[in-house]
């Protein structure tokens, strides 16, 4: 089934049209094959190269915190052992002030931020209750005191503040209301 209009232009030395073009997107599809197959290595190896920065940079991130924290390190085993030779209880509880201090400049330096948490309004994003406890003093739902510092890295949650929480009086007199069966008078 050979086309006859093909037969007869090869016969007079040239191709058909259909044919040439044929041919020309032949080779225009090989060339897009090519290109597409050159683009997928390229994307590939940019995938492996980008994977290693990241195990890279994920490996020395803290470097220059780590690097801050040696000197810190360094201090408290300067204060204990000058603690085994002096007994100047003063001295050596001034000097983990200095050292405290200098951790928590590092650290604030960083980005960590101490979350206000005694006297203010319960928050449960920022605050853990721990305990409730019935408190003259301090309006309902407010943090009376702090078992554990709260945390912000960068306006992100560290860690919340665990707290004890002020609950109104009458809400403690109606559970023991509830409890024993008793009325108010």
């Known amino acids: 089934m050979d086309d006859p209009v093909a037969k007869k232009a090869k016969k007079k030395g ?22 597409v197959l050159r683009l997928a290595a390229e994307f590939d190896n940019y995938k492996k190269r980008t994977a290693r920065e990241f195990e890279q940079l994920v490996k020395t991130a803290n470097q220059n915190l780590i690097f801050q924290l040696v000197d810190v390190l360094d201090n408290f085993e300067r204060a204990l052992d000058s603690a085994k030779s002096a ?4 001295s050596f509880h001034e000097g ?5 201090q200098h951790l928590r400049e590092l650290l604030a330096k960083e980005g960590l ?4 948490a005694v006297g203010k309004p319960f928050d449960p994003h920022q605050h853990e209750a721990v ?23 960068h306006d992100k949650l560290l860690r919340p503040a665990r707290v ?20 108010k008078k």
């Not at 040239?14 to 290109?35: F, V």
């Open 96 to 100: 983990v002030e200095l050292i405290y």
């Open 164 to 183: 004890v929480v002020s609950k109104a009086m009458e809400e403690v007199t109606a559970k023991v209301r509830k409890k024993t069966g008793k009325r």
């Open 131 to 153: 305990l409730q406890v019935e408190d003259h003093h301090h309006p309902q739902e407010t943090v009376v005191s702090e078992i554990q510092r709260g945390y912000m890295l």
């Open 14 to 35: 040239r191709s058909s049209p259909l044919k040439e073009q044929l041919n020309l997107s032949e080779e225009k599809r090989r060339e897009l094959e090519d290109r």
């Open 113 to 116: 931020e101490y979350i206000e």
């Open 87 to 90: 007994k100047d209880f003063d």
